[in-house]
């Protein structure tokens, strides 16, 4: 009887000393609410949060998580910084400029590994390399970055000089598919995971100059998620649960993506099923990519974007990379 004792004793203590990740809720104990504010509407760069929220793992880690769309007040970036937000989802650019500003916020994790955007443009319009923005109309968002990367590309291509020769059109917010149509605008700048996707949902045939194809301009983070240096500061356990749990999402969604798809669609039915779907699949391989674990992020490529943004006088002053993310919570 002793003997079974201590076995059951060693068993018990061994088991606790490894739960280091899982905190459950108990009625001693309640969920803590945590919210994280989105960069634009649900889609399947956000899927690991849901299938966090809707498989109970934010709830094993003692957190009950709210998700929550685009926030009026303020960027997502100020609304983390000012603690509205305990997280939210920005972007490696946004960020830079953010810290540049004094903006207390610091990346914890990317989302999706390497930049899978570029510029698109229905066939027709014989749009298959930078060359070929000259005396083509883009579509513009209004977005400084825009006008010099765009520069950037044509200089690559041997074409800087003819920059002039790119017409801007600002379209806002407006549909991609819209605007083209209309043919108020000839290229676009879009995501390859789901503007590029609902365009063959949709059968229409698109060139896209992905970014990372011209390997001209740096490769970055987009989108990456964030919270504030004070929450960092305070309750890293906080930070080390969230990133636990929401971690355990992305890599369902790497390892089943057909059945992330669904807990997405669950979530937010309003979406396009085949869109989601198929968006699904082409991105459980751009996740994690190459990278030893999701989210793990490196100082070279926030050092080589940040200095990118400093030399085209995007930022005032460069910042010091090693201080904008951080890998620490990452599971």
């Not at 400084?144 to 800087?160: S, T």
């Not at 083209?180 to 390859?192: A, G, L, S, Y």
């Amino acid at each position: 009887m002793r003997k079974w004792l201590i076995l059951v004793l060693i068993f018990v203590l061994t088991a606790c000393g490894n739960a280091t990740t899982s905190v459950p809720a108990t009625p001693e104990r309640p969920l803590t609410t945590v919210r994280i504010g989105l960069d634009w509407t649900p889609n399947t760069n956000h899927t690991g949060l849901y299938v966090a929220q809707m498989q109970g793992y934010y709830a094993d880690q003692g957190l009950q998580v709210e998700i929550l769309g685009a926030q009026e007040g303020g960027t997502v970036e100020q609304l983390v910084a000012t603690g509205r937000l305990d997280f939210g989802i920005s972007y490696q650019e946004g960020v830079t400029q953010a810290r540049v500003e004094g903006v207390p916020i610091v990346s914890i994790a990317a989302i999706i590994q390497h930049n899978t955007s570029g510029f698109a443009s229905r066939v027709e319009e014989g749009i298959t390399s930078p060359r070929d923005f000259i005396g083509k109309k883009y579509g513009a968002f209004g977005s400084p970055i825009e006008e010099a990367v765009i520069r950037g590309l044509l200089e690559c291509a041997g074409v800087g000089d003819q920059f002039d020769q790119v017409r801007f059109v600002d379209i806002g917010s407006s549909d991609f598919f819209v605007a083209t149509e209309r043919d108020e605008v000839d290229f676009v700048w879009i995501f390859k995971g789901w503007t590029g996707i609902e365009a063959e949902v949709r059968g229409i045939p698109l060139n896209i100059v992905m970014m990372n194809d011209v390997q001209c301009i740096p490769d970055y983070y987009t989108p990456v998620i964030i919270t504030s240096e004070k929450l960092v500061a305070e309750n890293p356990d906080l930070v080390r649960r969230f990133l636990a749990a929401t971690s355990a999402g992305y890599r369902f969604a790497i390892e089943q993506p057909a059945a992330a798809a669904e807990i997405l669609l669950k979530a937010v039915p309003e979406l396009d099923a085949e869109l989601v779907r198929r968006s699904q699949q082409y991105l459980a391989g751009q996740y994690q990519a190459e990278a030893p674990r999701w989210g793990e992020q490196k100082l070279e490529v926030w050092q080589a974007y940040a200095q990118w943004m400093a030399e085209r006088n995007l930022i005032a002053r460069m910042i010091e990379p090693e201080k904008a993310f951080t890998n620490d919570f990452l599971p």
